[in-house]
């Protein structure tokens, strides 16, 4: 595993943005995960729009089972006591991290598996130590 995708860009792949679906084709399938936290984020959102759909119900269930298809075909990484232990080191450290507990959880499982963030939030997780980043939605210049 050498890669992680951030919710920001699994949303970006799943719209078809053409820099993510190019880079992501790039790799080799053992080398990309998603995390659990980006599962239960956009679970979250897919269900909350079933729960407020009227006429078009059988929409959001279209989108709730696309995005449960979309999850199969890729590694999650889960919030291990390796994780966890990570989340708790970045929560007491002493220069305050300014980012959500969310976010927080996906670096800590990127830092305990050891791999690239890939990301547009550079503002936030550059704040967590030796966490590696990348954004692959901007073109790559020549």
Same mark, same amino acid.
């Given at each position: 595993?050498?890669?992680?995708?951030?919710?920001?860009?699994?949303?970006?792949?799943?719209?078809?943005?053409?820099?993510?679906?190019?880079?992501?084709?790039?790799?080799?399938?053992?080398?990309?995960?998603?995390?659990?936290?980006?599962?239960?984020?956009?679970?979250?959102?897919?269900?909350?729009?079933?729960?407020?759909?009227?006429?078009?119900?059988?929409?959001?269930?279209?989108?709730?089972?696309?995005?449960?298809?979309?999850?199969? #075909?890729?590694?999650? %990484?889960?919030?291990?006591?390796? $994780?966890?232990? @990570?989340?708790?080191? =970045?929560?007491?450290?002493?220069? /305050?991290?300014?980012? #959500?507990?969310?976010? %927080?959880?996906?670096?800590?499982? $990127?830092?305990? @598996?050891?791999?690239? =963030?890939?990301?547009?939030?550079? /503002?936030?997780?550059?704040?967590?130590?030796? %966490?590696?980043?990348?954004?692959?939605?901007?073109?790559?210049?020549?």
């Amino acid at each position: 595993m050498k890669y992680v995708l951030d919710t920001d860009h699994v949303t970006l792949h799943q719209r078809n943005h053409p820099q993510v679906v190019g880079r992501i084709r790039e790799c080799m399938p053992d080398d990309l995960a998603i995390t659990v936290i980006t599962v239960q984020e956009q679970m979250r959102g897919r269900l909350a729009e079933v729960s407020r759909a009227k006429s078009d119900l059988h929409v959001a269930y279209a989108q709730l089972q696309a995005t449960v298809d979309y999850f199969c #075909g890729l590694t999650v %990484l889960v919030f291990d006591t390796d $994780a966890q232990q @990570q989340f708790r080191q =970045l929560q007491s450290q002493k220069i /305050r991290i300014r980012i #959500g507990t969310l976010d %927080l959880r996906i670096a800590a499982i $990127a830092l305990s @598996q050891n791999v690239t =963030l890939i990301t547009r939030n550079r /503002r936030n997780f550059e704040q967590v130590p030796a %966490l590696k980043i990348e954004d692959w939605s901007q073109s790559i210049a020549n």
